[in-house]
């Protein structure tokens, strides 16, 4: 089992920045594909951004690209989020999703990620 911990939401202005962290614990290795989803209230949950177990490779939602980085430190097991200029559109919870993925496939469906946070919560003000 693999537990995640998300810290770093809350309130905002547009415009403003959060960093999201989320760290990893349990039965934890370096082969794993972490990153974020996103549900707003009364929508699905959303994929954001992934980031391969290497950290080479990361992938975005086009309205998160160019605001939005992913980043991990694996020696802390820990993936972080740096939302910059965020819109009252990114209010969300946020949740943090890992799967054990050694050859970085890196879907972006909710389904194919059996580990998940309890969400940090996101609110964008105008």
């Known amino acids: 089992q693999v537990q995640l911990v998300e810290s770093g939401g809350g309130l905002v202005q547009a415009g403003g920045s959060l960093r999201l962290s989320c760290a990893a614990s349990?039965?934890?290795?370096?082969?794993?594909?972490m990153g974020w989803f996103r549900q707003a209230p009364g929508k699905e949950r959303d994929f954001v951004s992934l980031?391969?177990?290497?950290?080479?490779?990361?992938k975005y939602e086009d309205s998160v690209k160019g605001r939005f980085t992913i980043s991990r430190d694996n020696a802390k097991n820990t993936v972080y989020l740096q939302m910059n200029s965020l819109k009252p559109e990114d209010t969300a919870l946020y949740y943090c999703?890992?799967?054990?993925?050694?050859?970085?496939?890196?879907?972006?469906?909710?389904?194919?990620?059996?580990?998940w946070g309890q969400g940090t919560q996101v609110t964008v003000s105008t």
């Open positions: 999703v890992a799967r054990f993925d050694d050859i970085a496939l890196m879907p972006q469906a909710a389904q194919q990620y059996n580990y």
């Open positions: 349990g039965r934890t290795s370096n082969k794993y594909t």
């Open positions: 980031i391969s177990w290497s950290g080479r490779t990361t």
